[in-house]
């Protein structure tokens, strides 16, 4: 009872981290520019000596940037291959199931109105939803 629980709930884990993902990447994607953008403008090395004051405050070397790019662009790749495992799964369900699955898990739709609308008992909803967390 308890392991099935867990696979339900991780079902839904997975697909509100896909969710996020979705909405993260956007933001991912306009931040790998700006770093590509500010990597351009890096200080080159000065050999002059310096008096006082605090300086220039983004003095980052090329090395800086490029690591920052490298890393947003590993957590741009790893958000794109679990949305596409995530589509790959979507791909192997029919219409019918796809569409309870999206709306249940996906859109948050209260199982009673997936009932309504697709005209089938709650229980055999509840039972899909078993042979889906199996897949």
Same mark, same amino acid.
């Given at each position: 009872?308890?392991? @099935?629980?867990?696979?339900?709930?991780?079902?839904?884990?997975?697909? !509100?981290?896909? #969710?996020?993902?979705?909405?993260?990447?956007?933001?991912?994607? @306009?931040?790998?520019?700006?770093?590509?953008?500010?990597?351009?403008?890096?200080?080159?090395?000065?050999? @002059?000596?310096?008096?006082? *004051?605090?300086?220039?405050?983004?003095? /980052?070397?090329?090395? /800086?940037?490029?690591? #920052?790019?490298?890393?947003? @662009?590993?957590? $741009?790749?790893?958000?794109?291959?679990? $949305?596409?495992?995530?589509?790959?799964?979507?791909?192997?369900?029919?219409?019918?199931?796809? *569409?309870?699955?999206?709306?249940?898990?996906?859109?948050?739709?209260?199982?009673?109105? $997936?009932?309504?609308? /697709?005209?089938?008992? !709650?229980?055999?909803? /509840? !039972?899909?939803?078993?042979?889906?967390?199996?897949?």
């Amino acid at each position: 009872m308890t392991l @099935e629980k867990k696979s339900k709930i991780s079902l839904k884990q997975w697909v !509100t981290t896909i #969710r996020r993902y979705e909405y993260e990447l956007s933001r991912l994607y @306009e931040k790998l520019e700006y770093l590509k953008v500010r990597s351009i403008g890096y200080s080159s090395p000065s050999f @002059e000596p310096k008096f006082g *004051g605090r300086g220039v405050s983004n003095n /980052y070397s090329i090395d /800086y940037w490029l690591e #920052r790019i490298e890393a947003c @662009e590993a957590q $741009i790749k790893k958000r794109e291959q679990e $949305i596409e495992q995530y589509n790959k799964f979507l791909s192997t369900l029919d219409v019918r199931d796809k *569409g309870i699955f999206l709306k249940h898990y996906y859109f948050n739709v209260p199982i009673r109105e $997936i009932a309504r609308e /697709y005209k089938v008992k !709650t229980y055999q909803l /509840y !039972t899909l939803f078993n042979k889906l967390n199996k897949l």
